[in-house]
């Protein structure tokens, strides 16, 4: 394991979650004044920004390097947070997120890429595991900072912050950030456009070659459409819906804050147990772990639409805040220890992503919709029943073991290099 790589990993992790999100979610429902649908919609136009530029930028991060494809990102995501805080519009959130969506890519796929090439695949879990931990409890320090300052300034304020914060991550880490695992596949082709389709080619058929790339990649889809609605709501349904009595003269931003707290907290505890316990886990096991936190997601989100009192509210938001914390580290092992061919690591694992994306378009809309029509809890019901199917997909993994061993064996040309013709 390259040391000096895990503990820049790590500071990564606490320095990205050090800026808070919820201020953001925050400013645009209270500052800028959007609409459920509107809400849904800046969602939709930056997951429309993801699929067009996940698969292109994952390439890129296989082709030139993981290392400059994250620098890019922060840069991009920097900039992007800057300008949907200078101008409270309708117009600067969608062009904002847009370019978000659009940065963020630079990231995805390649963040996860680049770590797993510095610690090894076989080693990858615990570390994911970790990285998440840290950025709990980095989350616990940043989530008061942020309020803090939105409550003696202005969300607005907090969230330039934000975007600053990102840019100086960006900058700093092209300074210090290793890149010592990377290995980029031979050149075979003349230019660096057929060598990117040359490389897009080669992780799309190592996806459909692979029954578990096949179901990480249709669950992420299902995966996605649920997050959208929960993402963009949750805040308008406890400012709308369920309401915030005043305890003590809390603002609404500071019961927000407790409420942050209490899922980071959750997280950062069950994240410690579970990094203890990824190590050499096997398929099988982590086919019946994804099966339980999606149906813990699956119950909890429809129960936070449903919830009319308070207390059921924040519990079920935090059950769902859980769920995805203990999801994310072993998803993410799951894919990185099944992707056979490192040279198209940032690839295959962006492909997902784009599934993701894919998702939360077709999903996002449909649930903004109800939101408008009928109301935010109609919406977030939705919004959990789209998880049925992945259900029943891992549950048909646990069947088979965790795979479908006799389709495991793939051929050799899976990881051969593409040709292209001119």
């Known amino acids: 394991m390259n ?99 659009a940065g963020y890519t630079f990231m995805s796929g390649a963040y996860q890429a680049w770590i797993t090439d510095e610690v090894g695949a076989e080693r990858v879990g615990p570390v994911f595991a970790r990285g998440v931990q840290v950025s709990y409890a980095a989350a616990l320090v940043g989530t008061p900072l942020a309020i803090g300052l939105a409550t003696v300034t202005s969300l607005q304020t907090a969230v330039l912050a934000n975007g600053a914060w990102m840019l100086a ?5 092209v300074a210090a950030m290793p890149e010592t695992g990377f290995r980029p ?13 040359a490389t897009g080619r080669t992780g799309a058929r190592l996806v459909r070659a692979h ?25 308008a ?20 804050a407790l409420l942050g707290a209490g899922g980071l907290l959750l997280g950062l505890l069950a994240t410690g147990v579970l990094a203890k316990r990824m190590e050499h886990a096997p398929r099988a ?33 935090w059950a769902v805040r859980l769920a995805r914390a203990l999801e994310y580290p072993v998803y993410m092992t799951w894919l990185n220890q099944s992707i056979e061919n490192s040279s198209v690591r940032a690839t295959v694992i962006s492909i997902t992503g784009q599934s993701d994306a894919l998702g939360q378009i077709a999903v996002g809309p449909g649930v903004g919709a109800i939101g408008s ?50």
């Not at 259900?391 to 073991?401: K, S």
């Not at 793939?410 to 013709?421: G, Q």
């Open 3 to 101: 040391r000096r790589s895990y503990r820049y990993f790590l500071f990564l992790e606490a320095a990205l979650s050090l800026p808070s999100f919820l201020v953001v979610s925050l400013y645009f429902v209270s500052t800028v004044g959007l609409s459920p649908l509107e809400l849904v919609l800046v969602g939709t136009v930056m997951e429309s920004a993801v699929l067009l530029c996940e698969v292109p930028t994952g390439i890129i991060a296989d082709l030139f390097g993981r290392k400059r494809s994250v620098v890019i990102s922060f840069c991009i995501q920097g900039a992007a947070i800057l300008l949907v805080g200078t101008i409270p519009e309708l117009w600067a959130a969608l062009a904002g997120w847009a370019l978000w969506g």
């Open 169 to 173: 991550i960006g900058l700093v880490s």
């Open 185 to 197: 596949a031979p050149r075979t082709q003349t230019s660096h456009l057929r060598e990117m389709v």
């Open 211 to 235: 029954p578990v790339l096949l179901l990480l990649l249709v669950t992420s889809l299902f995966a996605g459409g649920y997050t959208e609605g929960f993402d963009r709501l949750s805040e």
């Open 237 to 256: 349904h406890f400012i709308r819906e369920i309401g915030l009595p005043d305890f003590f003269g809390l603002s609404q931003l500071w019961w927000f």
């Open 285 to 317: 096991l982590m086919a019946k772990a994804l099966f339980v936190i999606t149906a813990l997601q699956f119950v909890t989100v429809i129960a936070f639409g449903l919830a009319e009192g308070l207390a059921l509210a924040v519990a079920a938001f």
């Open 373 to 422: 029509v009928f109301s935010i809890r109609a919406a977030l019901v939705a919004s959990g029943l789209v998880l049925a199917p992945a259900l029943a997909l891992y549950g048909r993994a646990i069947r088979r073991g965790g795979g479908e061993p006799e389709l495991e064996n793939v051929s050799d040309a899976v990881n051969a290099p593409e040709t292209v013709n001119a």
